[in-house]
Nanobody, 126 residues
Framework: QVQLVESGGGSVQSGGSLRLSCAVS????????IAWFRQGPGKEREGVAT???????TYPDSVKGRFAISRDNAKNTLYLQMNSLKPEDTAMYYC????????????????????WGQGTQVTVSS
């Protein structure tokens, strides 16, 4: 079992920055494949960053160069640093985990992630 608790969302103006946090607790030692997803109003859920147990990260083109995922091993916490935010980044952001250490299947397929946090809202105004 993996429990995920997101925090750090809020409202920011276009061009601003936010850092989201995801506190991770698991019944086994070591990291899991973890991703950040988002779902904007009227949009499908979209993966925006992934990291596997070895720390390999991936980003889709829509956020590459603006978003960065990192983690603090001592705190069992994952972060999503979001810079140069745009109004189209407005969404509910979710932290999600796969069961395994390495990512299985498509990293951006939400169906591959068994564990989800409750989400944190990010609103970017123009």
């Amino acid at each position: 079992q993996v429990q995920l608790v997101e925090s750090g969302g809020g409202s920011v103006q276009s061009g601003g920055s936010l850092r989201l946090s995801c506190a991770v607790s698991s019944d086994r030692s070591g990291w899991h494949c973890i991703a950040w997803f988002r779902q904007g109003p009227g949009k499908e859920r979209e993966g925006v960053a992934t990291v596997d147990g070895d720390g390999l990260t991936t980003y889709p083109d829509s956020v590459k160069g603006r978003f960065a995922i990192s983690r603090d091993n001592a705190k069992n916490t994952l972060y999503l640093q979001m810079n140069s935010l745009k109004p189209e980044d407005t969404a509910m952001y979710y932290c999600a985990a796969q069961t395994g250490y390495y990512c299985s299947g498509s990293r951006y397929a939400s169906s591959k992630y068994a564990y989800w946090g409750q989400g944190t809202q990010v609103t970017v105004s123009s």
